[in-house]
Protein backbone atom coordinates (compact mmCIF):
# COMPACT_ATOMS: atom_id res chain seq x y z
CA UNK A 1 0.00 0.00 0.00
CA UNK A 2 1.65 3.60 -0.80
CA UNK A 3 -1.10 5.88 -0.34
CA UNK A 4 -2.63 7.78 2.36
CA UNK A 5 -5.75 9.82 1.75
CA UNK A 6 -6.57 12.33 3.21
CA UNK A 7 -9.71 13.91 2.91
CA UNK A 8 -9.86 17.87 3.86
CA UNK A 9 -13.35 19.62 3.55
CA UNK A 10 -12.83 23.24 4.03
CA UNK A 11 -15.26 25.67 4.22
CA UNK A 12 -15.01 26.70 0.66
CA UNK A 13 -14.22 24.25 -0.87
CA UNK A 14 -13.77 20.24 -0.35
CA UNK A 15 -10.30 18.40 -1.05
CA UNK A 16 -8.80 15.16 -1.69
CA UNK A 17 -5.07 14.55 -1.65
CA UNK A 18 -3.50 11.23 -1.86
CA UNK A 19 0.29 11.67 -0.44
CA UNK A 20 2.77 9.00 -0.65
CA UNK A 21 5.35 7.23 1.92
CA UNK A 22 7.03 11.05 1.85
CA UNK A 23 4.49 12.87 2.34
CA UNK A 24 4.49 14.24 -1.33
CA UNK A 25 1.02 14.69 -2.77
CA UNK A 26 0.66 12.12 -5.45
CA UNK A 27 -3.00 13.51 -6.85
CA UNK A 28 -5.09 16.42 -6.16
CA UNK A 29 -8.84 17.10 -6.32
CA UNK A 30 -11.08 19.72 -5.48
CA UNK A 31 -14.93 20.74 -5.50
CA UNK A 32 -16.65 23.97 -5.01
CA UNK A 33 -19.08 23.93 -2.02
CA UNK A 34 -21.59 26.31 -2.45
CA UNK A 35 -22.77 28.79 0.27
CA UNK A 36 -26.09 29.72 1.28
CA UNK A 37 -26.91 32.77 3.01
CA UNK A 38 -30.64 33.47 3.89
CA UNK A 39 -30.77 35.79 5.80
CA UNK A 40 -28.30 38.45 7.13
CA UNK A 41 -25.37 36.96 8.95
CA UNK A 42 -26.55 33.19 8.21
CA UNK A 43 -24.38 31.46 6.49
CA UNK A 44 -25.50 27.14 5.60
CA UNK A 45 -24.56 24.57 3.81
CA UNK A 46 -26.13 21.35 2.21
CA UNK A 47 -24.72 18.37 4.51
CA UNK A 48 -25.81 16.26 1.47
CA UNK A 49 -23.82 18.51 -1.16
CA UNK A 50 -20.50 18.04 1.56
CA UNK A 51 -20.50 13.87 1.41
CA UNK A 52 -21.39 13.83 -2.24
CA UNK A 53 -18.64 16.26 -3.29
CA UNK A 54 -16.05 15.02 -1.01
CA UNK A 55 -16.91 11.48 -2.30
CA UNK A 56 -16.61 12.48 -5.78
CA UNK A 57 -13.24 14.75 -5.30
CA UNK A 58 -11.90 11.25 -3.72
CA UNK A 59 -12.93 8.91 -6.59
CA UNK A 60 -11.45 11.66 -8.92
CA UNK A 61 -8.05 11.62 -7.36
CA UNK A 62 -7.83 8.04 -7.18
CA UNK A 63 -8.50 7.94 -10.63
CA UNK A 64 -6.12 11.08 -11.76
CA UNK A 65 -3.29 8.51 -10.17
CA UNK A 66 -4.78 5.54 -11.53
CA UNK A 67 -5.11 3.78 -8.13
CA UNK A 68 -7.45 0.85 -6.47
CA UNK A 69 -8.44 0.78 -3.28
CA UNK A 70 -5.50 -1.56 -2.54
CA UNK A 71 -3.38 1.04 -3.13
CA UNK A 72 -4.84 3.07 0.36
CA UNK A 73 -3.42 2.85 3.32
CA UNK A 74 -6.03 4.40 5.54
CA UNK A 75 -8.19 7.24 5.19
CA UNK A 76 -7.48 10.78 7.20
CA UNK A 77 -10.12 13.65 7.57
CA UNK A 78 -9.64 17.37 8.18
CA UNK A 79 -12.56 19.76 8.85
CA UNK A 80 -14.04 22.95 8.93
CA UNK A 81 -14.49 23.21 12.71
CA UNK A 82 -17.87 23.85 14.61
CA UNK A 83 -19.82 23.48 11.74
CA UNK A 84 -22.71 21.51 12.85
CA UNK A 85 -25.25 19.00 11.32
CA UNK A 86 -27.75 17.02 12.83
CA UNK A 87 -28.94 13.77 11.16
CA UNK A 88 -31.34 10.58 11.17
CA UNK A 89 -29.75 7.98 12.59
CA UNK A 90 -31.49 5.22 10.63
CA UNK A 91 -31.78 6.58 6.91
CA UNK A 92 -28.57 8.57 7.49
CA UNK A 93 -30.52 11.97 6.30
CA UNK A 94 -29.78 15.82 7.77
CA UNK A 95 -32.61 17.15 9.16
CA UNK A 96 -31.67 20.74 7.96
CA UNK A 97 -29.00 22.59 6.95
CA UNK A 98 -25.38 22.51 8.06
CA UNK A 99 -24.91 25.70 10.30
CA UNK A 100 -21.55 26.92 9.45
CA UNK A 101 -18.96 28.45 12.20
CA UNK A 102 -19.41 31.70 10.48
CA UNK A 103 -23.38 31.53 11.19
CA UNK A 104 -24.90 34.65 13.16
CA UNK A 105 -28.13 33.04 14.02
CA UNK A 106 -27.42 32.28 17.31
CA UNK A 107 -26.04 35.80 18.86
CA UNK A 108 -29.37 36.76 20.65
CA UNK A 109 -29.45 33.16 22.13
CA UNK A 110 -25.72 33.73 23.34
CA UNK A 111 -26.42 37.20 24.67
CA UNK A 112 -29.42 35.92 26.89
CA UNK A 113 -28.07 32.68 28.04
CA UNK A 114 -25.09 34.90 29.09
CA UNK A 115 -26.74 37.96 30.55
CA UNK A 116 -29.12 35.25 32.68
CA UNK A 117 -26.34 33.58 33.82
CA UNK A 118 -23.08 35.59 34.26
CA UNK A 119 -21.64 32.33 35.95
CA UNK A 120 -21.77 30.40 33.06
CA UNK A 121 -18.63 32.46 31.57
CA UNK A 122 -16.30 30.60 33.99
CA UNK A 123 -18.03 27.70 34.24
CA UNK A 124 -17.71 27.35 29.92
CA UNK A 125 -13.84 28.57 30.21
CA UNK A 126 -12.99 26.32 33.18
CA UNK A 127 -14.62 23.23 31.46
CA UNK A 128 -14.31 23.53 27.54
CA UNK A 129 -11.38 26.08 27.29
CA UNK A 130 -13.88 28.27 25.45
CA UNK A 131 -16.09 31.42 25.26
CA UNK A 132 -20.07 31.33 25.42
CA UNK A 133 -19.74 32.27 22.00
CA UNK A 134 -22.06 31.73 18.54
CA UNK A 135 -18.91 30.83 16.86
CA UNK A 136 -18.76 27.44 18.99
CA UNK A 137 -21.50 24.01 18.08
CA UNK A 138 -23.23 23.97 21.27
CA UNK A 139 -25.56 27.02 20.69
CA UNK A 140 -26.18 25.55 17.02
CA UNK A 141 -27.35 22.34 18.10
CA UNK A 142 -29.95 24.10 20.10
CA UNK A 143 -31.28 26.26 17.85
CA UNK A 144 -32.07 23.49 15.56
CA UNK A 145 -33.49 21.39 18.49
CA UNK A 146 -35.86 24.33 18.75
CA UNK A 147 -36.72 25.73 15.24
CA UNK A 148 -37.00 21.93 13.71
CA UNK A 149 -40.45 20.59 14.36
CA UNK A 150 -39.82 17.14 16.38
CA UNK A 151 -36.56 17.14 16.55
CA UNK A 152 -35.89 17.65 20.55
CA UNK A 153 -38.54 14.59 21.04
CA UNK A 154 -36.72 12.67 18.41
CA UNK A 155 -33.20 14.08 19.70
CA UNK A 156 -34.41 12.53 23.20
CA UNK A 157 -35.70 8.95 21.89
CA UNK A 158 -32.11 8.84 19.87
CA UNK A 159 -33.14 8.55 17.01
CA UNK A 160 -31.21 11.66 15.95
CA UNK A 161 -27.41 11.78 15.78
CA UNK A 162 -25.10 14.94 16.08
CA UNK A 163 -21.95 15.75 14.15
CA UNK A 164 -19.70 18.07 13.07
CA UNK A 165 -18.20 17.42 9.26
CA UNK A 166 -15.36 15.04 10.68
CA UNK A 167 -18.58 12.87 11.89
CA UNK A 168 -21.03 13.40 9.40
CA UNK A 169 -18.15 12.00 6.93
CA UNK A 170 -17.10 8.94 9.03
CA UNK A 171 -20.72 8.36 8.95
CA UNK A 172 -21.48 8.42 5.67
CA UNK A 173 -18.42 5.94 4.90
CA UNK A 174 -18.87 3.50 7.24
CA UNK A 175 -22.95 3.57 6.04
CA UNK A 176 -24.32 4.65 9.17
CA UNK A 177 -22.51 2.07 11.43
CA UNK A 178 -20.02 4.36 13.19
CA UNK A 179 -20.89 7.16 14.74
CA UNK A 180 -17.93 9.02 16.19
CA UNK A 181 -15.40 12.26 15.97
CA UNK A 182 -11.76 13.03 17.41
CA UNK A 183 -11.27 15.00 20.86
CA UNK A 184 -9.97 18.21 18.84
CA UNK A 185 -13.07 18.07 16.79
CA UNK A 186 -15.29 17.32 20.31
CA UNK A 187 -13.54 20.44 22.49
CA UNK A 188 -14.82 22.79 20.06
CA UNK A 189 -19.00 21.95 20.79
CA UNK A 190 -19.13 23.71 24.31
CA UNK A 191 -20.00 20.29 25.10
CA UNK A 192 -16.99 18.43 25.82
CA UNK A 193 -14.85 18.59 28.96
CA UNK A 194 -11.07 18.83 27.75
CA UNK A 195 -9.83 17.61 31.36
CA UNK A 196 -11.85 14.45 31.39
CA UNK A 197 -12.05 14.23 27.89
CA UNK A 198 -16.03 13.46 28.23
CA UNK A 199 -19.27 14.56 27.39
CA UNK A 200 -20.00 16.76 30.21
CA UNK A 201 -23.67 16.55 31.65
CA UNK A 202 -23.98 20.12 33.13
CA UNK A 203 -23.14 21.89 30.26
CA UNK A 204 -25.71 19.76 27.92
CA UNK A 205 -28.20 20.64 30.23
CA UNK A 206 -27.32 24.07 30.60
CA UNK A 207 -27.79 24.15 26.63
CA UNK A 208 -30.94 21.93 26.84
CA UNK A 209 -29.21 19.42 24.64
CA UNK A 210 -29.94 15.57 25.18
CA UNK A 211 -26.70 13.38 25.50
CA UNK A 212 -28.39 11.10 23.30
CA UNK A 213 -27.12 13.07 20.10
CA UNK A 214 -23.71 13.14 20.68
CA UNK A 215 -21.43 10.38 18.60
CA UNK A 216 -18.52 8.92 20.58
CA UNK A 217 -15.43 11.00 21.04
CA UNK A 218 -11.88 8.99 20.14
CA UNK A 219 -8.26 9.94 19.72
CA UNK A 220 -7.19 11.82 16.46
CA UNK A 221 -5.10 8.81 15.08
CA UNK A 222 -7.31 5.82 15.81
CA UNK A 223 -9.08 3.43 13.58
CA UNK A 224 -12.80 4.03 13.48
CA UNK A 225 -14.01 1.87 11.22
CA UNK A 226 -13.55 0.76 7.47
CA UNK A 227 -15.44 2.81 4.65
CA UNK A 228 -18.27 0.38 2.71
CA UNK A 229 -16.70 -1.46 -0.10
CA UNK A 230 -19.39 0.20 -2.67
CA UNK A 231 -17.30 3.91 -2.60
CA UNK A 232 -14.06 2.60 -3.48
CA UNK A 233 -14.24 -0.84 -4.56
CA UNK A 234 -13.22 -2.03 -0.89
CA UNK A 235 -12.55 -1.61 2.83
CA UNK A 236 -10.08 1.14 3.17
CA UNK A 237 -9.30 2.03 7.40
CA UNK A 238 -10.19 5.16 8.34
CA UNK A 239 -7.77 6.27 10.83
CA UNK A 240 -6.99 9.95 11.56
CA UNK A 241 -9.21 13.13 11.86
CA UNK A 242 -8.72 16.57 13.16
CA UNK A 243 -10.47 19.94 13.53
CA UNK A 244 -8.53 21.77 10.26
CA UNK A 245 -6.19 24.28 12.59
CA UNK A 246 -5.38 21.51 14.83
CA UNK A 247 -4.20 19.39 11.70
CA UNK A 248 -2.50 22.31 10.38
CA UNK A 249 -0.19 21.97 13.45
CA UNK A 250 0.16 18.60 13.27
CA UNK A 251 1.21 18.52 9.37
CA UNK A 252 3.50 21.02 10.82
CA UNK A 253 5.04 18.45 12.76
CA UNK A 254 4.67 20.51 15.86
CA UNK A 255 4.88 17.51 18.05
CA UNK A 256 6.71 19.25 20.72
CA UNK A 257 5.79 22.01 23.71
CA UNK A 258 6.20 25.60 22.50
CA UNK A 259 5.98 24.82 18.55
CA UNK A 260 3.59 26.82 17.20
CA UNK A 261 2.38 27.10 13.67
CA UNK A 262 0.75 30.87 12.29
CA UNK A 263 -1.63 30.67 8.97
CA UNK A 264 -0.96 34.05 7.34
CA UNK A 265 -4.56 34.43 5.24
CA UNK A 266 -7.41 37.07 5.32
CA UNK A 267 -6.22 36.77 9.34
CA UNK A 268 -3.75 35.44 10.64
CA UNK A 269 -4.44 31.56 12.98
CA UNK A 270 -1.76 30.64 15.57
CA UNK A 271 -2.23 27.67 17.39
CA UNK A 272 0.97 26.48 19.76
CA UNK A 273 1.39 23.19 21.67
CA UNK A 274 1.09 23.16 24.83
CA UNK A 275 1.89 19.74 26.12
CA UNK A 276 0.06 17.86 28.08
CA UNK A 277 -1.58 19.94 30.21
CA UNK A 278 -4.47 22.41 29.16
CA UNK A 279 -3.30 26.20 30.54
CA UNK A 280 -6.11 28.51 31.46
CA UNK A 281 -5.43 32.02 29.06
CA UNK A 282 -5.38 35.10 31.56
CA UNK A 283 -5.40 36.96 28.03
CA UNK A 284 -8.39 35.79 26.11
CA UNK A 285 -7.07 32.98 23.88
CA UNK A 286 -8.92 29.44 23.73
CA UNK A 287 -7.41 26.50 25.35
CA UNK A 288 -8.15 23.62 23.08
CA UNK A 289 -7.19 20.00 22.27
CA UNK A 290 -4.82 19.56 19.37
CA UNK A 291 -5.09 16.10 19.03
CA UNK A 292 -5.06 12.29 20.85
CA UNK A 293 -2.36 10.06 19.61
CA UNK A 294 -1.06 6.92 21.30
CA UNK A 295 -2.78 6.87 24.50
CA UNK A 296 -1.94 10.91 25.37
CA UNK A 297 -3.50 14.24 24.57
CA UNK A 298 -2.26 17.32 23.58
CA UNK A 299 -3.65 20.78 24.21
CA UNK A 300 -2.91 23.82 22.26
CA UNK A 301 -3.33 27.51 22.99
CA UNK A 302 -5.34 29.18 20.34
CA UNK A 303 -5.63 32.91 18.99
CA UNK A 304 -6.43 34.86 16.08
CA UNK A 305 -5.73 38.18 14.20
CA UNK A 306 -8.68 39.92 12.29
CA UNK A 307 -6.66 41.48 9.77
CA UNK A 308 -4.14 40.00 8.39
CA UNK A 309 -3.60 39.44 4.44
CA UNK A 310 -6.72 41.61 4.46
CA UNK A 311 -4.57 44.41 5.07
CA UNK A 312 -2.86 43.87 2.02
CA UNK A 313 -5.85 43.89 0.18
CA UNK A 314 -6.73 47.35 1.40
CA UNK A 315 -3.74 48.76 -0.32
CA UNK A 316 -4.76 46.99 -3.18
CA UNK A 317 -8.37 47.70 -3.39
CA UNK A 318 -8.41 50.91 -0.94
CA UNK A 319 -5.25 52.80 -1.37
CA UNK A 320 -4.73 51.21 -5.06
CA UNK A 321 -1.02 51.55 -4.15
CA UNK A 322 -0.30 47.75 -5.58
CA UNK A 323 -1.42 45.88 -8.29
CA UNK A 324 -1.59 42.82 -6.56
CA UNK A 325 -0.71 41.48 -3.02
CA UNK A 326 2.46 39.29 -4.10
CA UNK A 327 3.99 42.86 -5.53
CA UNK A 328 4.24 44.65 -1.78
CA UNK A 329 7.20 42.40 -1.16
CA UNK A 330 9.43 44.14 -4.23
CA UNK A 331 8.10 47.30 -2.82
CA UNK A 332 8.48 47.27 0.83
CA UNK A 333 12.37 46.11 -0.04
CA UNK A 334 13.07 49.17 -2.13
CA UNK A 335 13.44 51.15 1.10
CA UNK A 336 15.34 49.73 4.30
CA UNK A 337 12.97 50.87 7.09
CA UNK A 338 9.42 52.65 7.24
CA UNK A 339 11.09 55.84 7.72
CA UNK A 340 9.24 55.68 11.22
CA UNK A 341 6.11 55.24 9.91
CA UNK A 342 3.40 52.41 11.54
CA UNK A 343 0.48 51.39 10.51
CA UNK A 344 -2.09 49.69 12.45
CA UNK A 345 -4.89 47.95 10.69
CA UNK A 346 -7.36 48.02 13.61
CA UNK A 347 -10.14 48.21 10.93
CA UNK A 348 -12.55 46.11 13.61
CA UNK A 349 -11.13 46.60 16.56
CA UNK A 350 -8.48 44.39 18.40
CA UNK A 351 -8.15 41.32 19.33
CA UNK A 352 -5.76 39.37 21.47
CA UNK A 353 -4.23 40.23 23.83
CA UNK A 354 -5.61 43.64 23.72
CA UNK A 355 -9.53 43.16 23.30
CA UNK A 356 -10.77 46.70 21.96
CA UNK A 357 -13.26 46.15 20.16
CA UNK A 358 -13.56 50.21 20.08
CA UNK A 359 -10.11 50.25 18.40
CA UNK A 360 -9.78 51.64 14.64
CA UNK A 361 -7.02 51.71 12.43
CA UNK A 362 -4.12 54.48 12.37
CA UNK A 363 -0.95 55.28 10.19
CA UNK A 364 1.15 57.22 12.30
CA UNK A 365 4.96 58.81 12.76
CA UNK A 366 4.02 60.62 9.20
CA UNK A 367 6.85 63.01 8.43
CA UNK A 368 7.10 64.90 5.11
CA UNK A 369 9.90 62.28 4.04
CA UNK A 370 7.01 59.05 4.01
CA UNK A 371 6.25 57.56 0.74
CA UNK A 372 4.03 54.53 -0.51
CA UNK A 373 7.32 52.12 -0.15
CA UNK A 374 7.06 53.17 3.39
CA UNK A 375 3.67 52.46 3.85
CA UNK A 376 3.42 49.20 2.22
CA UNK A 377 6.27 47.91 4.40
CA UNK A 378 4.88 49.17 7.41
CA UNK A 379 1.61 47.11 6.32
CA UNK A 380 3.49 44.41 6.25
CA UNK A 381 5.10 44.87 9.31
CA UNK A 382 1.95 45.23 10.89
CA UNK A 383 1.06 41.24 9.73
CA UNK A 384 4.39 40.38 11.90
CA UNK A 385 3.76 42.58 14.86
CA UNK A 386 -0.03 41.66 15.30
CA UNK A 387 0.71 37.66 15.48
CA UNK A 388 3.92 38.88 17.50
CA UNK A 389 1.52 40.30 20.64
CA UNK A 390 -0.60 36.98 20.05
CA UNK A 391 2.93 34.65 20.62
CA UNK A 392 3.63 36.91 23.32
CA UNK A 393 0.29 36.37 25.00
CA UNK A 394 0.68 32.42 24.70
CA UNK A 395 4.13 32.34 25.71
CA UNK A 396 2.34 34.69 28.93
CA UNK A 397 -0.20 32.65 29.68
CA UNK A 398 1.75 28.73 29.34
CA UNK A 399 5.64 30.04 30.27
CA UNK A 400 6.69 28.38 28.04
CA UNK A 401 9.35 30.20 25.28
CA UNK A 402 8.11 29.55 21.56
CA UNK A 403 11.15 27.45 20.00
CA UNK A 404 9.76 28.07 16.63
CA UNK A 405 7.16 29.13 14.44
CA UNK A 406 5.98 27.09 11.45
CA UNK A 407 4.09 28.85 8.62
CA UNK A 408 1.46 28.58 5.72
CA UNK A 409 -1.14 30.03 4.31
CA UNK A 410 -0.94 32.83 1.53
CA UNK A 411 0.77 35.23 2.85
CA UNK A 412 3.76 32.93 4.11
CA UNK A 413 4.79 33.23 0.46
CA UNK A 414 6.38 36.50 1.07
CA UNK A 415 10.17 36.59 2.19
CA UNK A 416 10.25 39.96 3.69
CA UNK A 417 7.28 38.99 5.94
CA UNK A 418 8.79 36.08 7.04
CA UNK A 419 12.38 37.50 7.68
CA UNK A 420 10.66 40.41 9.49
CA UNK A 421 8.59 37.97 11.58
CA UNK A 422 11.79 36.04 12.45
CA UNK A 423 13.57 39.54 13.71
CA UNK A 424 10.33 40.65 15.96
CA UNK A 425 9.56 36.93 17.29
CA UNK A 426 13.78 36.00 17.68
CA UNK A 427 13.04 32.47 17.03
CA UNK A 428 13.57 31.04 13.93
CA UNK A 429 10.49 30.85 11.19
CA UNK A 430 10.46 27.74 9.12
CA UNK A 431 8.04 27.74 5.91
CA UNK A 432 7.28 23.97 4.51
CA UNK A 433 7.65 22.82 1.35
CA UNK A 434 4.65 20.76 1.38
CA UNK A 435 1.94 23.78 2.15
CA UNK A 436 -1.00 21.98 2.55
CA UNK A 437 -0.21 21.32 6.17
CA UNK A 438 -3.97 20.57 6.93
CA UNK A 439 -3.92 17.89 4.30
CA UNK A 440 -0.58 16.89 5.73
CA UNK A 441 -1.97 16.76 9.15
CA UNK A 442 -4.88 14.49 8.85
CA UNK A 443 -3.10 11.95 6.10
CA UNK A 444 -0.36 11.72 9.31
CA UNK A 445 -2.52 11.35 12.22
CA UNK A 446 -4.53 8.57 10.22
CA UNK A 447 -0.82 6.98 8.93
CA UNK A 448 0.88 6.76 12.00
CA UNK A 449 -2.50 4.81 12.96
CA UNK A 450 -2.14 1.79 10.73
CA UNK A 451 2.10 2.10 11.11
CA UNK A 452 2.25 3.59 7.37
CA UNK A 453 4.34 5.73 9.83
CA UNK A 454 6.09 3.96 12.75
CA UNK A 455 6.84 7.06 14.07
CA UNK A 456 6.50 10.70 14.36
CA UNK A 457 10.12 10.48 14.33
CA UNK A 458 10.09 8.92 10.93
CA UNK A 459 6.99 11.98 9.49
CA UNK A 460 9.66 14.49 11.29
CA UNK A 461 12.42 13.19 8.78
CA UNK A 462 10.07 13.32 5.70
CA UNK A 463 8.63 16.78 6.35
CA UNK A 464 11.10 19.16 4.21
CA UNK A 465 11.74 22.39 5.03
CA UNK A 466 11.49 25.31 1.27
CA UNK A 467 13.04 27.64 3.54
CA UNK A 468 14.54 28.82 7.73
CA UNK A 469 14.25 32.65 8.63
CA UNK A 470 16.94 33.27 11.24
CA UNK A 471 16.31 36.47 13.78
CA UNK A 472 19.54 38.91 12.53
CA UNK A 473 17.89 41.92 13.98
CA UNK A 474 19.87 42.84 17.33
CA UNK A 475 18.21 43.14 20.55
CA UNK A 476 18.36 46.85 20.63
CA UNK A 477 16.82 47.36 17.21
CA UNK A 478 14.25 44.75 18.13
CA UNK A 479 13.46 46.73 21.43
CA UNK A 480 13.05 49.80 19.52
CA UNK A 481 10.29 49.00 16.82
CA UNK A 482 8.59 47.08 19.70
CA UNK A 483 8.31 50.00 21.76
CA UNK A 484 7.18 52.33 18.63
CA UNK A 485 4.50 49.69 17.93
CA UNK A 486 3.30 49.41 21.20
CA UNK A 487 3.08 53.15 20.86
CA UNK A 488 1.03 53.36 18.29
CA UNK A 489 -1.16 50.50 19.27
CA UNK A 490 -2.05 52.81 22.29
CA UNK A 491 -2.60 55.32 19.90
CA UNK A 492 -5.61 53.36 18.49
CA UNK A 493 -7.29 52.71 21.94
CA UNK A 494 -11.09 53.42 22.15
CA UNK A 495 -11.24 55.36 19.24
CA UNK A 496 -15.06 54.59 18.21
CA UNK A 497 -15.99 54.69 21.61
CA UNK A 498 -15.43 58.31 21.82
CA UNK A 499 -17.14 58.67 18.99
CA UNK A 500 -20.31 56.96 19.56
CA UNK A 501 -20.42 58.85 23.74
CA UNK A 502 -19.61 61.94 21.49
CA UNK A 503 -22.70 61.03 19.33
CA UNK A 504 -24.72 60.54 22.56
CA UNK A 505 -23.46 63.09 24.22
CA UNK A 506 -24.69 65.74 21.80
P1 LIG B 1 -7.62 32.74 2.84
O1 LIG B 1 -7.50 31.26 2.94
O2 LIG B 1 -7.86 33.45 4.16
O3 LIG B 1 -8.55 33.24 1.76
P2 LIG B 1 -4.96 32.68 1.61
O4 LIG B 1 -4.22 31.72 2.45
O5 LIG B 1 -5.37 32.29 0.23
O6 LIG B 1 -6.19 33.31 2.41
O7 LIG B 1 -4.07 34.01 1.53
C1 LIG B 1 -4.52 35.13 0.82
C2 LIG B 1 -4.22 36.41 1.60
O8 LIG B 1 -2.82 36.61 1.68
C3 LIG B 1 -4.80 37.61 0.92
O9 LIG B 1 -5.29 38.49 1.91
C4 LIG B 1 -3.62 38.26 0.19
O10 LIG B 1 -3.75 39.66 0.18
C5 LIG B 1 -2.44 37.84 1.03
N1 LIG B 1 -1.25 37.53 0.24
C6 LIG B 1 -1.11 36.55 -0.68
N2 LIG B 1 0.15 36.51 -1.18
C7 LIG B 1 0.83 37.50 -0.56
C8 LIG B 1 2.18 37.97 -0.61
N3 LIG B 1 3.08 37.40 -1.40
N4 LIG B 1 2.50 39.01 0.20
C9 LIG B 1 1.61 39.56 1.03
N5 LIG B 1 0.34 39.14 1.13
C10 LIG B 1 -0.06 38.14 0.35
Request: aromatic share 10%; glycine share 10%.
Amino acid sequence: MKYIMALDSGTSSVRCILFDREGKTAALSQREITQHYPKPGWVEHDAEEIWQAQLSAARQAMKKLGISWRELAAIGITNQRETTILWDRKTGQAIGPAIVWQCRRTADMTERLRAEHPESAELFRKKTGLLLDPYFSGTKIRWILDHTEGARERAERGELCFGTVDSWLIYKLTKGRVHVTDYSNASRTLLFNINTLSWDRELCDFLEIPMALLPEARPSSFLYGKSEPEFFGGEVPIAGAAGDQQAALFGQTCFLEGEAKNTYGTGCFMLMNTGERPIDSKNGLLTTIAWGIDGKVNYALEGSVYVAGAAIQWLRDELRILDQSPDSEYFATRVSDTNGCYVVPAFTGLGAPFWDPYARGAITGLTRGVNKYHIIRATLESLAFQSNDVLRAMEMDSGIHLSSLRVDGGACRNDFLMQFQADICGSPVRRPLCVETTALGAAYLAGLAVSFWESREEVKRSWGIDREFHPKMTEEERGRQIRGWNKAVSSCFGWAKDEEDGQKGG
